[in-house]
């Protein structure tokens, strides 16, 4: 079963501005409360990289290369994590993925969403 959906990828010239999110729609608040959220990202012929993640207590961790650009914010009520990106640049052209870790080490992904900057 689906635990993680991602929407909001794209085609957006340099410069742009894209919100990504991931919701958990199966799981209810209590599940979803205490987990930590993170977004990666698998560019064209590379490998999967993080980008950001934001913990159970909202403590975020970004990329180096997203610092200053990106961020990463959750609303645990409607079991949602966002990805706000602006100042877009073509090198971040990538396979967005949604990833959840559970207290107990399960790990889920989504499907993953394409983001598409073109210069």
């Known amino acids: 079963q689906v635990q993680l959906v991602e929407s909001g990828g794209g085609l957006v010239q340099a410069g742009g501005s894209l919100r990504l999110s991931c919701k958990a729609p199966?799981?209810?608040?209590?599940?979803?409360?205490?987990?930590?959220m993170g977004w990666y990202r698998q560019p064209p012929g590379k490998e999967r990289e993080l980008v950001a993640t934001?913990?159970?207590?909202?403590?975020?961790n970004y990329a180096d290369s997203v610092k200053g650009r990106f961020t990463v914010s959750r609303d645990n009520s409607r079991k949602m994590v966002y990805l706000q990106m602006v100042s877009l640049k073509p090198e971040d052209t990538a396979v967005y993925y949604c990833?959840?870790?559970?207290?107990?080490?399960?790990?889920?992904w989504g499907q993953g969403t394409q983001v598409t900057v073109s210069s």
């Open positions: 199966r799981q209810i608040t209590s599940t979803f409360n205490p987990t930590d």
């Open positions: 934001i913990t159970s207590g909202r403590t975020t």
């Open positions: 990833n959840q870790v559970h207290p107990n080490g399960q790990t889920y």
